[in-house]
């Protein structure tokens, strides 16, 4: 599979995502503060995502040390969004309204690589047992 077609898969899991979110944001809304339902459905949506990259991004087997390491996409985007609104909104002058949603497209590239990183990192093999060496006669 190419790195175009993992891309677009990617951004098709990144919609599936927001719209998974979305939803159980609000339905969480009838029995949760909204703070809570911002969290369980931020939560629940990033597994759900995880499954969708592994199986239908990458096409790759889904381990314990990848589901761990998953929340660092979140925290890559979270910190170039962040700073690209503050560039854009304090030194570069633009609206307020808008910033966020262009930093939101830089973001998806640094993301992906990120992603890309964790989910086809190669996993470590388990260290070779040494048989025990019986005495030649």
């Known amino acids: 599979m190419t790195v175009r077609v993992q891309m677009v898969r990617f951004a098709l899991v990144g919609v599936v995502n927001t ?3 979305y939803g159980l944001y609000l339905a969480l809304l009838n029995w949760l503060p909204y703070v809570a339902a911002h969290v369980v459905a931020f ?3 990033m597994v759900g995502s995880f499954f969708l990259t592994s199986y239908f991004t990458y096409k790759t087997r889904p381990t314990w040390r990848k589901f ?10 979270f910190t170039v969004t962040t700073c690209g609104v503050y560039l854009l909104v304090d030194v570069l002058h633009f609206g ?11 973001a998806i590239p640094i993301t992906f690589v990120v992603s890309r990183t964790i989910m086809l990192r190669p ?6 047992v040494e048989a025990e060496r019986v005495p030649q006669r």
């Open 19 to 21: 719209g998974t979110y």
């Open 43 to 45: 939560a629940l949506s």
């Open 68 to 77: 761990l390491l998953f929340p660092l996409t979140n925290a890559a985007n």
């Open 96 to 106: 307020s309204r808008y910033a966020p949603l262009i930093a939101a497209a830089a």
């Open 123 to 128: 996993e470590r093999a388990p260290a070779p």
